[in-house]
């Protein structure tokens, strides 16, 4: 109270509280005295802000594996538990980490990071079952371990991310449709924030993030919404060294019929060509491919054709 952080209990309580202990609702002991030793060294222990002591603990592995997980449904769930929801699980004892991989059944896995503080039981929800529990992310300090380690996974530092980039680039520049489909389906089972419900442009933001990564690697241009011919085209890959363009029209569909999915891919080729994306392209490179790509969901489908330029 001298110090001045008899008002900071809030702050505390928000990033480091949501456990229970013999049935007593505590807080991280860790965090809090790691809080407590930095603020009183500062001068104003009064303005110290919380920070995250969890992540320096340990390697976060866990998550690592967790947000890796190859079952769209179980990474909606995951993203549920990020945005603050609770998720009904069924415990399952005798789990240890040696055991834990990507393919490991979700509710082993998550009763693991139930153990290990990574998720904590929600005692306000009410199960639908005597045999569920619902369970959520503790408090702010752990939320952000799971964010820091989603920005990691979903960009160029991730060395694994950035070889699915590079090989999405190369299907784009060689025309294959079906590969490009292919490795947009796999990318999205694994990324986060991409429910059934996500409007056109967050796909159009996760591809433009994807393509930006490899693209800038490999020395291409990509434009984003850029104007050409009579209207804007979604994104706009730029090859000078092999004289290749690529045009990219998206579409979503609000149909699991994938005839659906093939007239949409198509209708967006057909408006690639109606407003002239590739007017002025076509006087710059030999080949102008042009895409349209359809998501539903975690799904996707790609339709390809392509212009060249006669000798």
Known sequence: KDCGMENRLPDVISWYDGYSFA???????WSVLNFLCDALRTADPAAFQ???????SSGNDIIEICMK???SGDSQRIQHLIDGGTEEIELCEFTSYPEITADTDFNIFVTLMLHTGYLTQDRNAVPSASDFTPVKIPNQEVTECFRNKAKYLFSGSNPEWKRKSRDLLKALLEGDARRT????RDMLLTFLSVRDTAY???YHAFLLGVLGIAAKTSGLEIKSNSECGDGFSDIVLLDDGR?????IEFKKSSSRSRDEWRRLCETAIAQI???SYDFDLRNDYDIVRKYGIVFYGKNCEAVHR???REE
């Open 243 to 247: 004289g290749i363009a690529v045009i």
């Open 69 to 71: 997980r190859p079952d």
């Open 23 to 29: 049935g007593k609702e505590m807080l991280c002991p």
């Open 200 to 202: 056109e442009s967050v």
């Open 50 to 56: 919380p920070r995250n002591y969890w992540a320096n």
């Open 306 to 308: 392509e212009y060249r």
């Open 273 to 275: 060509d109606s407003q």
């Open 181 to 184: 489909s292919g490795i947009i």
